[in-house]
């Protein structure tokens, strides 16, 4: 069974940084295109940075220059370094992966780590 787990959320001060991972376990035959997303209270889940097996990254203009992500394919994992954090990035994050555990994919979520900026 396939599975998503997230780690390095938490509190920090705002100006301070970060590092989501998020490893992908299980029977996979391959992985596409791996992301973070977040949601606020209140608020709909939002893309915040996506990365293709080609290594095509994409990220919200709201996070640009502040936030980076990456994978290793030898572990199976996304991380996410999140610099230079401000309050408003305060939300649980989510990763999200489209997995191939045999002829057909589909895509898992993990169970969301938060992440709180004080001011």
């Known amino acids: 069974q396939v599975q998503l787990v997230e780690s390095g959320g938490g509190l920090v001060q705002a100006g301070g940084s970060l590092r989501l991972s998020c490893a992908a376990s299980?029977?996979?035959?391959?992985?596409?295109?791996m992301g973070w997303y977040r949601q606020a209270p209140g608020k709909q889940r939002e893309l915040v940075a996506g990365i293709s097996r080609g290594n095509r990254i994409n990220y919200a203009d709201s996070v640009k220059g502040r936030f980076t992500i990456s994978r290793d394919y030898t572990k199976n994992t996304v991380y996410l370094q999140m610099n230079s954090l401000k309050p408003e990035d305060t939300a649980v994050y989510y990763c999200n992966a489209d997995i191939f555990d045999g002829p057909r994919g589909r895509g898992y979520w993990g169970q969301g780590t938060q992440v709180t900026v004080s001011s």
């Open positions: 299980g029977s996979i035959f391959s992985i596409n295109n």
